[in-house]
């Protein structure tokens, strides 16, 4: 049955996604839900609530932020960017990465028009992005109603449309950039960087009056618009209207220029538009000086050193950008953490016990550094997975290089990168620190930030490991698991009082709190010691397994 | 045959329950140029996978050079070039890094040499690969296996999207590396190319060797036909029943017969000349005929081993 139209192919294909991003975007929902009843236990603790929330108000409207349905909208506000990640992604790689992989040619091949072939396929992630809502909008009245929230199941469900419709124009706007794009990478990576302009714009209004007008540029501005979960709020028929025109126009231009364009190239730009044209004649020279050609190390050094470079910025910034927080928000703050035991738990069971506020705040907020970093070294296992699945190890391994060497080449330079964030953290922080006069141990501060390269490279041995057996979307999927089951062990684990010996089996357990209290050799030594063996095994594995099989 | 360079003895791999190939054993000599055929999915990849290194063998034995391809994998690659069948590379390197990429590799590459190479299949070294055509792409891989001039060339499959005038070069080049005495071992079912190129040739059917030989011995086996005119009708019996003579078809009122022939044609010859022979044709198979002729199975067409190649 799925198999039998473009549309339930595409479907079919998108059946773990709509699983996987309805139910983590719901849990994404119904978490903040949880916490609101304890962080509002006395009148003051509410009021702090309140008052901290319009500090942030920068970020994302904060209405009626201390009932359970607004504190969730407000919380989901700040979370914007990650819910756009996916339609992004779904998007850029739907024609885009298709002609990619050369597959296109053979469904164009065909008795079914362009404009069909699109539209199939557009109409299969819309009906994902759909179904995504109802499972977001199911999980928000559930959470909603065991927590005793005054919204209802056509409020939740409308809630979801919201997101639904937010993402259908996030798709459309990749789906248009992937039009003028060669590869489907720099589709996705130009929609990121529009959705980050899009947050901004939606920000200006709420930080500068009068500026409204600017921040209806940004789509965010008319999903903001509606807020079903607070009921005296209610949903905007006329923001969600624009949303759909958006996302119908900007689709419909996606598939218009599709229709008319080469299969393989790019919507030909105007010819002032164009950065250069290529004039010279066809080449016979060789690049026998490029320092990335010389080995296995330095070429794989050479493929990772751009997302390295977004990864550290992020990374980076988001460390500096938490000391600076600190300080803005330390006097409401600190009124939450006296009034409420769950906050209380929370900082230091993350920051670590009987510390300073803001030493403890702070390191609540590095703890989820090592998480980014990790992200990171999935992505990059993906990419080496990904090599062999798609042959591409096969002539490097006809050379005269051993399976190991360049197993431990891409390793290292994996190793390299994660260095050259952790040290491009470690001075983000450290000048953020300065600036602001927020005093931290320099020494603690360089084990944190210094701490993260074993954590990174511990959990890309297990990804190496697992390769020798599992194909890359296996791999992949099975490290994340590991790491978002990591994450809930050590975040939460310490509320639904796990033992002792369970929160051990989460790596962030061996990171601890470096922060304040640098970091333990022994758990260092643990992680080092597992991730080493598993590097080991991986690569005996490797040096004995069959390619491409 | 000169001393054996590939050795291959009772060469055995599957894919978990799936077929790939069952106690194979070939060798060829140094300096040769040896033709593998096969349809798809007979094994012709998995046996040259296990050459590279890239696949472990159940059972049996490969060696090249006297090196088992396997234990010494790293002495066996100094000595070889590849082309794989599938060939797949970084799609964001030129045709140049990539091919300068490979030359680091290998270490001892002479530029001079590989400019020539560049030159001789007209590569733009300046496309990223992922905007070459089939055969450019093609270009790039052949080039990267001859730079360094290896002892033993290794080619799956290697003019699949050649233009005419790019596999005449690559013949050239086959040509040239025998010539220097290096051993050229190469896939196909173009079988035109093989008859050109090879020395021998084996066939591998469904995982087994089913035929190993030199060209012209392979042909020894052709089914292939004569036909016969006479200036008058002649009694079809003193046909029939001849050494070679597989069926005989009586033409023009019987002053011409012709003959389906399997093995040698003296006998006929003898036969033909005791009447007055207007004219005598033969009809010579390719190699095409041969190949097909083990492929066929009571009318059916061979079956193909799906997903192994």
Redesign the interface.
């Given at each position: 049955m799925w198999l039998r139209s473009i549309y339930l192919k595409t479907l079919r294909d998108y059946r773990v996604p709509i699983l996987g991003w309805g139910i983590g975007m719901g849990l994404v929902i119904v978490s903040p839900m949880a916490s609101v009843s304890e962080l509002v236990r006395t009148p003051e603790a509410r009021a702090a609530l309140v008052s901290l929330a319009q500090t942030f108000v920068w970020n994302a409207d904060a209405i009626a932020a201390d009932t359970v349905g607004g504190y969730a909208t407000f919380k989901i506000g700040i979370f914007i960017f990650l819910i756009g990640i996916w339609p992004l992604l779904a998007a850029s790689r739907m024609l885009r990465g298709e002609e990619d992989r050369s597959s296109l040619d053979m469904l164009l091949s065909v008795p079914r028009g362009r404009v069909r072939v699109a539209l199939e396929k557009l109409a299969a992630m819309w009906t994902a992005l759909f179904a995504m809502a109802v499972i977001v909008g199911v999980l928000a009245f559930l959470g909603g109603t065991a927590l005793k929230a005054s919204f209802g199941l056509g409020d939740a469900l409308l809630f979801g449309l919201d997101l639904a419709l937010f993402c259908a124009v996030i798709g459309g706007v990749a789906l248009l950039i992937s039009q003028f794009t060669h590869e489907r990478g720099p589709a996705a990576g130009t929609t990121a960087g529009l959705l980050l302009i899009f947050i901004v714009l939606d920000m200006v209004h709420r930080v500068i009056p009068n500026t409204d007008w600017i921040s209806r540029l940004s789509p965010i501005y008319y999903y903001n618009l509606s807020k079903p979960l607070v009921p005296t709020y209610g949903a905007s028929l006329g923001g969600m209207l624009v949303l759909l025109a958006l996302a119908v126009a900007l689709s419909a231009a996606a598939v218009w220029l599709f229709a008319r364009r080469d299969v393989g190239d790019t919507v030909p730009l105007p010819r002032w538009l164009r950065l250069s044209d290529r004039v010279a004649g066809p080449s016979r020279s060789l690049p026998e000086r490029e320092w990335s050609l010389r080995s296995v190390y330095a070429r794989s050094l050479g493929m990772i050193a751009v997302p390295t470079l977004w990864w550290t910025l992020g990374i980076a910034g988001g460390a500096a950008w938490m000391v600076i927080v600190v300080q803005q928000v330390e006097g409401k703050l600190k009124t939450l953490y006296t009034d409420s035991p769950f906050l209380t738990d929370l900082i230091k069971n993350l920051g670590g016990a009987n510390a300073e506020f803001n030493a403890a705040f702070l390191g609540a907020m590095f703890s989820l550094l090592p998480l980014l970093l990790m992200a990171f070294a999935v992505t990059q296992v993906n990419r080496w997975t990904a090599d062999e699945d798609d042959g591409r190890l096969e002539i490097v391994l006809s050379t005269p290089q051993s399976r190991p060497v360049v197993l431990f080449g891409r390793f290292a330079a994996l190793a390299t990168s994660t260095v050259v964030v952790a040290v491009a953290t470690l001075a983000g922080a450290a000048l953020a620190s300065s600036a602001t006069g927020i005093k931290l141990d320099s020494t603690n501060l360089a084990e944190a930030t210094l701490g993260l390269v074993p954590m990174a490279l511990f959990v890309a041995a297990i990804g190496y490991l697992a390769a020798g057996w599992l194909r890359s979307a296996a791999d992949t999927g099975l490290i994340s698991f590991l790491l978002a089951a990591w994450f809930f062990i050590t975040f939460v684990g310490p509320e639904l009082k796990l033992p002792e010996a369970t929160l051990k089996l989460s790596a962030f357990y061996y990171y601890g709190t470096p922060l304040l209290h640098g970091l333990q050799l022994a758990n260092v030594a643990v992680m080092v010691a597992v991730g080493a063996a598993a590097l080991a095994l991986g690569t005996l594995r490797f040096a004995r397994k069959d390619i491409g099989v | 045959m000169t001393a054996s360079i590939i050795e291959v003895e009772g060469l055995t791999k599957s894919?978990g329950g799936k077929r790939g190939i069952i106690d194979v054993s070939f060798q060829v000599g140094e300096g040769e140029v040896f033709g593998f055929l096969g349809p798809n999915g007979a094994g012709k990849t998995t046996t040259i996978?296990v050459l590279?290194?890239?696949?472990?063998a159940d059972s049996g034995t490969a060696r090249i050079a006297g090196l088992d391809s396997w234990d010494r994998?790293?002495?066996v690659?100094?000595l070889?070039g590849?082309v794989?069948g599938?060939?797949?590379?970084?799609?964001n390197l030129?045709g140049?890094?990539l091919?300068?990429?490979?030359?680091?590799?290998?270490?001892g590459v002479d530029?001079a040499y590989?400019?020539t190479l560049?030159?001789r299949l007209?590569?733009?070294?300046?496309r990223k690969f992922?905007q070459y055509s089939t055969g450019n792409k093609r270009k790039v891989?052949l080039i990267?296996a001859f730079m360094h001039r290896p002892r033993v060339l290794i080619l799956d499959e290697p003019t699949s999207g050649l233009d005419p005038l790019n596999q005449q070069e690559f013949d050239g080049m086959v040509k040239e590396a025998r010539e220097e005495g290096h051993t050229v071992f190469l896939s196909s079912h173009v079988l035109s190319e093989v008859e050109k190129t090879c020395t021998r040739v084996g066939i591998i059917r469904e995982g087994h060797l089913v035929r190993i030989g030199d060209v012209a011995e392979l042909k020894d086996i052709k089914r292939y036909e004569i036909t016969i005119s006479f200036a008058h009708p002649i009694p079809v019996d003193a046909f029939t029943k001849l050494d070679g003579v597989t069926d005989v078809e009586t033409l023009r009122d019987g002053s011409a017969v012709r003959l389906a022939m399997q093995g040698a044609a003296d006998a006929v010859i003898k036969a033909a000349a005791q009447y007055p022979v207007v004219s005598l044709t033969s009809y010579e198979p390719s190699l095409e005929d041969v190949f097909l002729r083990y492929y066929e199975r009571d009318g059916e067409a061979p079956k193909e081993a799906a997903g192994v190649a």
């Amino acid at each position: 049955m799925w198999l039998r139209s473009i549309y339930l192919k595409t479907l079919r294909d998108y059946r773990v996604p709509i699983l996987g991003w309805g139910i983590g975007m719901g849990l994404v929902i119904v978490s903040p839900m949880a916490s609101v009843s304890e962080l509002v236990r006395t009148p003051e603790a509410r009021a702090a609530l309140v008052s901290l929330a319009q500090t942030f108000v920068w970020n994302a409207d904060a209405i009626a932020a201390d009932t359970v349905g607004g504190y969730a909208t407000f919380k989901i506000g700040i979370f914007i960017f990650l819910i756009g990640i996916w339609p992004l992604l779904a998007a850029s790689r739907m024609l885009r990465g298709e002609e990619d992989r050369s597959s296109l040619d053979m469904l164009l091949s065909v008795p079914r028009g362009r404009v069909r072939v699109a539209l199939e396929k557009l109409a299969a992630m819309w009906t994902a992005l759909f179904a995504m809502a109802v499972i977001v909008g199911v999980l928000a009245f559930l959470g909603g109603t065991a927590l005793k929230a005054s919204f209802g199941l056509g409020d939740a469900l409308l809630f979801g449309l919201d997101l639904a419709l937010f993402c259908a124009v996030i798709g459309g706007v990749a789906l248009l950039i992937s039009q003028f794009t060669h590869e489907r990478g720099p589709a996705a990576g130009t929609t990121a960087g529009l959705l980050l302009i899009f947050i901004v714009l939606d920000m200006v209004h709420r930080v500068i009056p009068n500026t409204d007008w600017i921040s209806r540029l940004s789509p965010i501005y008319y999903y903001n618009l509606s807020k079903p979960l607070v009921p005296t709020y209610g949903a905007s028929l006329g923001g969600m209207l624009v949303l759909l025109a958006l996302a119908v126009a900007l689709s419909a231009a996606a598939v218009w220029l599709f229709a008319r364009r080469d299969v393989g190239d790019t919507v030909p730009l105007p010819r002032w538009l164009r950065l250069s044209d290529r004039v010279a004649g066809p080449s016979r020279s060789l690049p026998e000086r490029e320092w990335s050609l010389r080995s296995v190390y330095a070429r794989s050094l050479g493929m990772i050193a751009v997302p390295t470079l977004w990864w550290t910025l992020g990374i980076a910034g988001g460390a500096a950008w938490m000391v600076i927080v600190v300080q803005q928000v330390e006097g409401k703050l600190k009124t939450l953490y006296t009034d409420s035991p769950f906050l209380t738990d929370l900082i230091k069971n993350l920051g670590g016990a009987n510390a300073e506020f803001n030493a403890a705040f702070l390191g609540a907020m590095f703890s989820l550094l090592p998480l980014l970093l990790m992200a990171f070294a999935v992505t990059q296992v993906n990419r080496w997975t990904a090599d062999e699945d798609d042959g591409r190890l096969e002539i490097v391994l006809s050379t005269p290089q051993s399976r190991p060497v360049v197993l431990f080449g891409r390793f290292a330079a994996l190793a390299t990168s994660t260095v050259v964030v952790a040290v491009a953290t470690l001075a983000g922080a450290a000048l953020a620190s300065s600036a602001t006069g927020i005093k931290l141990d320099s020494t603690n501060l360089a084990e944190a930030t210094l701490g993260l390269v074993p954590m990174a490279l511990f959990v890309a041995a297990i990804g190496y490991l697992a390769a020798g057996w599992l194909r890359s979307a296996a791999d992949t999927g099975l490290i994340s698991f590991l790491l978002a089951a990591w994450f809930f062990i050590t975040f939460v684990g310490p509320e639904l009082k796990l033992p002792e010996a369970t929160l051990k089996l989460s790596a962030f357990y061996y990171y601890g709190t470096p922060l304040l209290h640098g970091l333990q050799l022994a758990n260092v030594a643990v992680m080092v010691a597992v991730g080493a063996a598993a590097l080991a095994l991986g690569t005996l594995r490797f040096a004995r397994k069959d390619i491409g099989v | 045959m000169t001393a054996s360079i590939i050795e291959v003895e009772g060469l055995t791999k599957s894919y978990g329950g799936k077929r790939g190939i069952i106690d194979v054993s070939f060798q060829v000599g140094e300096g040769e140029v040896f033709g593998f055929l096969g349809p798809n999915g007979a094994g012709k990849t998995t046996t040259i996978r296990v050459l590279m290194a890239l696949l472990r063998a159940d059972s049996g034995t490969a060696r090249i050079a006297g090196l088992d391809s396997w234990d010494r994998s790293l002495e066996v690659k100094r000595l070889l070039g590849y082309v794989p069948g599938e060939p797949s590379l970084d799609p964001n390197l030129t045709g140049g890094q990539l091919l300068e990429y490979f030359a680091n590799l290998r270490g001892g590459v002479d530029q001079a040499y590989l400019k020539t190479l560049i030159e001789r299949l007209d590569l733009d070294t300046s496309r990223k690969f992922r905007q070459y055509s089939t055969g450019n792409k093609r270009k790039v891989v052949l080039i990267q296996a001859f730079m360094h001039r290896p002892r033993v060339l290794i080619l799956d499959e290697p003019t699949s999207g050649l233009d005419p005038l790019n596999q005449q070069e690559f013949d050239g080049m086959v040509k040239e590396a025998r010539e220097e005495g290096h051993t050229v071992f190469l896939s196909s079912h173009v079988l035109s190319e093989v008859e050109k190129t090879c020395t021998r040739v084996g066939i591998i059917r469904e995982g087994h060797l089913v035929r190993i030989g030199d060209v012209a011995e392979l042909k020894d086996i052709k089914r292939y036909e004569i036909t016969i005119s006479f200036a008058h009708p002649i009694p079809v019996d003193a046909f029939t029943k001849l050494d070679g003579v597989t069926d005989v078809e009586t033409l023009r009122d019987g002053s011409a017969v012709r003959l389906a022939m399997q093995g040698a044609a003296d006998a006929v010859i003898k036969a033909a000349a005791q009447y007055p022979v207007v004219s005598l044709t033969s009809y010579e198979p390719s190699l095409e005929d041969v190949f097909l002729r083990y492929y066929e199975r009571d009318g059916e067409a061979p079956k193909e081993a799906a997903g192994v190649a």
